[in-house]
């Protein structure tokens, strides 16, 4: 194998291995999940990001497409202790550079105690620190994207059909912000009809449809850039229920008069707990985003994490608004908070309060 080089925003350059050759720049992040590689890796949520996974063997079940989460690799690289062949196959099929032979350990410590942040990489036969250095160069130099909805949401609306027994006459209309597949699944299974609309989809979109939900997704980046979404939810609130999920929940919170902000490293993994404080109930839930709710704005903060106290769940009867930062379609990790769909579904039979 090759040597890879991977260079850090606080000044490191690590020398490291080549599992798939290329170079590559983007915000440095990790993930606890020690399961979920594939759905890690095919989380549009990690658009523009490189991914670290905590867990040292990476791919030691292979590679199985029906559990990807979208239809390819969003990272822009990865990196791990070790990973497999499957997986480095995987990755150097689908051009994403990967290397291994890092101590992750200390990379994520870095990560905690510096925050997120931006790196270059260069893996392959000739590959020097110096183009390492140029990527992170030219990573630094770039601005976020505000049009990264584009990079991860479908370009045209569909419908997909229930597959459940029991059609319980529900139509959704979901604002792909870069949705994961589950979260389409879990509301298919349950008998919902799901239209999947492109993440700038107009209001006469939606009301071409008249949706009994209107479900905002989860997706990557600052939820400020989703200002049609936004749009969208001002316009229906008090009409239509509305849900989200992770960025969903962000771009609700901010329509409705709330504030968002950037974390030092964010949620990712699959073992965040989450306390609810209506039930003082616990539950574990797989998270992935990097901005938080820093202000609920109309909306009544329900769940909150139990490491930090950061909004994991608002809600507004009146309003018929039910949203989650977390991602309860649990692809990968606990099952906890599956009810989170029956009760979009549920919440989707009452009529809408009127917004003032």
């Not at 820093?294 to 909150?304: H, I, K, R, S, Y």
Request: charged share 25%.
């Amino acid at each position: 194998m090759s040597d890879a080089y991977v260079a850090l925003e606080g000044g490191r350059v690590l020398r490291a291995r080549t599992r798939a050759p290329g170079t590559a720049r983007g915000e440095l992040v990790f993930t606890t999940a020690y399961t979920g590689y594939e759905e890690s890796l095919t989380d549009p949520s990690y658009e523009e990001q490189v991914l670290t996974f905590s867990y040292p063997l990476i791919g030691n079940y292979g590679v199985r497409e029906e559990r990807f989460e979208s239809d390819r690799v969003h990272p822009r690289a990865a990196i791990a202790l070790e990973f497999t062949d499957d997986v480095a196959e995987w990755l150097e099929n689908e051009g994403v550079p990967a290397v291994e032979g890092l101590d992750t350990r200390d990379l994520v410590t870095e990560i905690r105690d510096e925050g997120a942040m931006k790196c270059g990489i260069a893996a392959g036969p000739d590959a020097t620190a110096e183009d390492a250095l140029a990527e992170l160069d030219a990573c630094k130099g770039m601005s976020e994207h505000t049009d990264i909805g584009a990079q991860v949401s479908v370009d045209e609306p569909y419908t997909v059909e229930p597959n459940a027994d029991d059609d319980v006459d529900i139509d959704v209309a979901l604002i792909d912000c870069g949705a994961k597949g589950s979260i389409v699944s879990s509301l298919l299974e349950r008998g919902a009809t799901v239209h999947v609309l492109p993440h700038d989809a107009t209001p006469e979109d939606v009301e071409a449809l008249s949706p009994d939900v209107l479900f905002v997704s989860n997706g990557p980046g600052d939820p400020a850039n989703f200002t049609a979404a936004g749009e969208l939810v001002d316009r229906f609130v008090g009409e239509t229920p509305i849900a989200g999920i992770c960025l969903g929940q962000q771009v609700v919170a901010r329509s409705l008069g709330g504030e968002t902000e950037k974390m030092a490293f964010g949620h990712r993994g699959v073992n965040q707990p989450v306390r609810d404080l209506r039930t003082e109930r616990v539950v574990m839930t797989t998270q992935n985003h990097g901005y938080t709710v820093a202000d609920p704005g109309e909306l009544e903060v329900t769940q909150v994490n139990v490491n930090d106290d950061t909004p994991e769940g608002l809600d507004s009867e009146e309003l018929s608004v039910l949203t989650r930062q977390y991602h309860p379609e649990a692809n990968p990790g606990p099952h906890d908070s599956l009810d989170f769909f029956d009760r979009v579904l549920e919440m989707a039979k009452k009529p809408a309060a009127t917004a003032d």
